[in-house]
């Protein structure tokens, strides 16, 4: 290497390349950074960890099975450890959109973790360095390494943070339909009167609703635990130790205390993003229902003085710059955004598993940025959901009385006594005249104590 005061000259197989002279990375890295000047996004902070726990787990097993240097598989650990901890993110420098498969992403961490732990070594090398492939990438190929990061990643942030806040946010919604279960009101189908229910039924729709994409997200969750490392640049295990496979994902998963495990065949698992497109449709699934939920919300607390206003939600913040006193449902529309950028991600996801040819799909850096962010953004959006609006929400009974009073549905409670047709021209009535359907029937002289007791809503729950 030659240097000068900024910057450093290495040598990769196509010739020179300036490299600044603080950074860990080397020739390769650099090269990405000036040919992909795209968005200025960066692969996760998940993922980074996710791929120094692979380069740890390859070295261990590597030393244990006879083909790296104790010395030099020790600094490979160490500093893998470093890169799994954050401690050197600011050397992960290659934007999201580049190269296929990511082997500029895998260099850039071979690269980091070799100058670091040659610095590591000093002197001991006499002269000599630790090298990229040689040493820090043995046994691997980006093809299997970033594949298996994109599980470890995703597996790790859906066990660890989105699967306990979807389970908040069904105990919460459990929680205030029991708390509600008190309150009658009207229902409503196609945005119209229909029979009364109860609040808290409405919320426990909601609750069952999000339990049930809880259990779903586990079960897909599983496709995630395997992982083919080993599997090196196709499938066919090419320049491994006959038992590297097993024991690296061991090291996994003594790194994670989650079951990663090989897959069931490795040429699929090569060729294929199966686990990142089912997670995804569940997390699709999430965010239709949750667009639901957060919808209701926005109706049910509409006005206050001219919309249903029957639950009152918690206020956040000022909701107009020209209205003094507005506030508006501000959780529930960032919720709403959210859901929509998922669906979107889901989307991309899909589009990006149609590109995968013969032995494997070179989208991998797209599928690992949107496929993790997609679980981070739902995370924090359940997270905010729960605390600042599902928690706080409260019935205006008031409201929910007058509404349900005023219903037109109510006459389905005399239908059995005077006939589906006699009570539609009762409904009718009322509603040209704007009197409420126990108006018409005393006007009428038909109001018996068999139907006030009809007419009253809780009979009817």
């Known amino acids: 290497m030659t240097f000068s005061n900024s910057y450093r000259i290495e040598k990769d197989t196509l010739g020179e390349v300036k490299v600044p002279i603080d950074s860990y990375y080397g020739a390769q890295t650099q090269r990405a950074v000036d040919n992909y000047q795209i ?13 120094g726990i692979i380069k740890a787990s390859a070295a261990k097993t590597n030393m244990e099975n006879g083909l790296l240097q104790a010395s030099y598989a020790n600094a490979i650990i160490k500093v893998s450890e470093e890169v799994a901890e954050g401690k050197l993110d600011h050397h992960f420098v290659i934007d999201v959109f580049q190269a296929g498969a990511g082997t500029s992403q895998n260099m850039n961490t071979n690269e980091v973790i070799a100058n670091r ?48 806040i979807i389970d908040q946010l069904h105990k919460e919604l459990k929680r205030k339909s029991i708390e509600l279960m008190p309150v009658v009101k009207s229902g409503r189908t196609h945005l119209h009167d229909a029979i009364p229910i109860r609040l808290g039924q409405e919320f426990s729709g909601y609750a069952v609703t999000i339990q049930e994409m809880y259990k779903q997200l586990e079960k897909a969750t599983d496709s995630l635990y395997e992982i083919g490392l080993g599997g090196t640049a196709i499938g066919t295990r090419n320049n491994i130790h006959p038992e590297y496979s097993e024991k690296v994902i061991n090291e996994v998963r003594q790194y994670t205390n989650l079951p990663f495990r090989s897959p069931t065949d490795i040429f699929s698992f090569m060729q294929n993003t199966n686990a990142p497109i089912r997670v995804m449709l569940v997390l699709k699934e999430l965010a239709i229902h949750l667009i639901k939920i957060t919808s209701d919300l926005r109706l049910l607390s509409s006005g206050p003085r001219t919309g249903l206003a029957e639950i009152a939600l918690p206020s956040v913040q000022p909701g107009s710059t020209i209205m003094p006193g507005k506030v508006n449902p501000a959780i529930l529309e960032m919720t709403h955004m959210v859901c929509c950028q998922i669906i979107g991600y889901e989307t991309a996801i899909a589009t990006a598993g149609l590109a995968g040819q013969l032995e494997i799909n070179v989208m991998m850096p797209f599928i690992a940025y949107t496929f993790l962010d997609a679980i981070e953004i739902m995370s924090n959006a359940i997270s905010t959901l729960v605390s600042k609006c599902i928690s706080g929400i409260d019935a205006e009974k008031e409201n929910c009385e007058k509404w349900m009073n005023a219903s037109l549905a109510l006459v389905t409670g005399i239908s059995s006594i005077v006939g589906y047709d006699k009570a539609s021209q009762i409904g009718m009535e009322a509603d040209e005249r704007k009197v409420t359907i126990k108006e018409v029937l005393e006007e009428k002289g038909l109001l018996t104590p068999e139907m006030e007791k009809a007419l009253d809503p809780k009979s009817m729950l």
């Open 39 to 51: 968005s200025g996004r960066k692969l996760s902070r998940s993922f980074i960890k996710a791929l």
């Open 117 to 164: 732990a040659t610095e590591i070594l000093g002197e001991e090398l006499e002269g000599l360095r630790i090298h990229p492939n040689d040493h820090v990438n043995m046994s691997q190929s980006t093809n299997d390494t970033f594949h298996a990061a994109i599980h470890i990643a995703g597996a790790e942030k859906i066990v660890e943070k989105l699967l306990p």
